[in-house]
């Protein structure tokens, strides 16, 4: 079934047109979201530490692991439902992408449920886990609760924006972010030092802002009159499209999850060396995640831009705009981290004035960062890889490296050679640069069976 865009719709028609622009219109307002998720995730910590105090402060320091997985997993389901989507509306199969969408949406609002009434249960056990101090866990288990019991506001914007990517609009889901971020500040504000609520008032703040902006994207898929509108009465779960989504987006939900987990140990060897270290690694580490915005950002355009142009059968395009990806990746990528290098004291200066947090920070800028440009061949090809449906692949090669390779290695070398900061540092690089080599492997030997297979059924 085949159709073609209404004349005014908000939808990006990806398979056709300049491949490079269509790239940057698509991720610009991915990278800005980004930026604006990350002053979402910020806030709190810097309103509560400032007006509260540094327990209530590491208090929420404590709880970002488990909110992160939670997140984590539904990005991935993310992830997985905009493939599928994509392939619907590049090959104009309007009546899938509407099951597929609805699907989706039933799919996120049960499990938000069952995880937000799970995660409650949880969040004790998980505390202990962790070795919560004393006198943390009391305002960790507060925000913790409030802010799990209301995160289906989150999930849903996630599952919402998700859907608006995978038919090309990145734009409006950037809108809803801004106004909830900015928002979100005021609410911390008033609740926090108006009216005196602590910790609880910024999970609560955080809740409205979040349910507000899943109220959004759930008017905005409502009312529309575009191909993805959402039709409440067809909310179901259709078994075939819901299997093909989590083919595709468990796997990748898995490896962030564990990705994210297998971090804790890291940290854990940083830690040895005290707080001179560990505050240098905290200012290169805020940096590194301002680096990873674009190439992050170039990964969903590529997963968006191949899924829909394999549904479309425009394969040659695909692998066109995936060269495109990593080229523009890699440049943006590349000049961040020349400047960085360049003005790297300064860069840690702003997060702290201690000479020796300066050095440290300094140390791991100037080791680690220039081998961010591997990582960026990593997560484009693990994108284009996922936009053709393949997420088992990416998942097995990155987890062996960011985590079963990366672990192995401090353990070894920490404990047979020697032990200092830079050799810590160095547990990135290696896990990006193996990755590296393993990904372009993996993603040349998959294109060449590709073609073997296309020679081999011409009519197809």
């Not at 007006?51 to 997985?80: C, D, E, P, R, Y």
């Amino acid at each position: 079934m085949t159709s073609q865009l209404p004349h005014k719709s908000t939808a990006r028609d990806m398979t056709s047109g300049p491949i490079l622009r269509q790239l940057v219109l698509f991720a610009l307002p991915l990278m800005l979201g980004n930026v604006f998720q990350m002053l979402y995730n910020t806030v709190d910590s810097v309103i509560v530490g400032n007006f509260v105090s540094k327990q209530a402060l590491a208090a929420i320091g404590s709880t970002t692991m488990i909110t992160n997985m939670m997140v984590f997993f539904f990005n991935g389901f993310s992830v997985g439902a905009g493939v599928v989507i994509g392939h619907y509306f590049g090959a104009r199969e309007m009546d899938k992408l509407h099951r597929a969408i609805e699907t989706t949406m039933a799919a996120t609002f049960l499990l938000s449920v069952l995880f937000s009434i799970a995660g409650v249960l949880a969040v004790d056990p998980l505390l202990k886990l962790m070795s919560t101090p004393d006198d943390v866990f009391a305002e960790a288990a507060i925000y913790l609760r409030i802010y799990i019991g209301g995160i289906s506001g989150l999930l849903i914007y996630n599952m919402g924006s998700g859907v608006l990517r995978a038919v090309g609009d990145s734009t409006r889901p950037l809108f809803f972010l801004i106004f909830t971020s900015l928002l979100n500040i005021v609410l911390d504000l008033f609740f926090v030092i108006v009216l005196k609520t602590g910790i609880a008032g910024a999970a609560i703040a955080t809740v409205i802002s979040q349910a507000l902006s899943g109220a959004a994207i759930l008017l905005l898929l409502s009312r529309t009159r575009d191909i993805y509108r959402l039709s409440w009465r067809e909310l179901r779960l259709d078994g075939p499209i819901l299997r093909r989504i989590f083919s595709v987006g468990l796997p990748a939900g898995i490896q962030s999850v564990l990705t994210a987990f297998s971090n804790i140990f890291v940290q854990g060897y940083v830690n040895v060396f005290g707080s001179d270290v560990m505050a240098g690694w905290a200012s290169y580490n805020k940096l590194d995640q301002f680096i990873m915005l674009p190439m992050q950002s170039m990964a969903m355009a590529a997963t968006t831009f191949v899924s829909q142009n394999v549904g479309a059968g425009e394969d040659r395009r695909a692998d066109r705009g995936t060269l495109a990806s990593l080229l523009l990746t890699c440049g943006i990528t590349g000049s961040i981290i020349a400047l960085l290098i360049v003005f790297a004291p300064s860069a840690v200066r702003f997060f702290s004035p201690d000479s020796e947090v300066i050095r440290y920070g300094v140390l791991f800028i100037r080791t680690n960062c220039a081998f961010l440009l591997f990582n960026c061949i990593n997560h484009v090809l693990a994108g284009a890889l996922r936009g053709r449906g393949d997420s088992h692949g990416p998942m097995i090669i990155m987890l062996s490296c960011f985590v079963a390779l990366r672990q192995t290695y401090l353990y070894l070398i920490t404990h047979l050679y020697a032990n200092t900061p830079r050799i810590v540092g160095l547990g990135y690089p290696i896990g990006w640069s193996s990755c590296c080599a393993v990904m372009l492997l993996y993603f040349f030997w998959r294109r060449r069976v590709r073609l073997r297979s296309a020679q081999e059924t011409p009519g197809e």
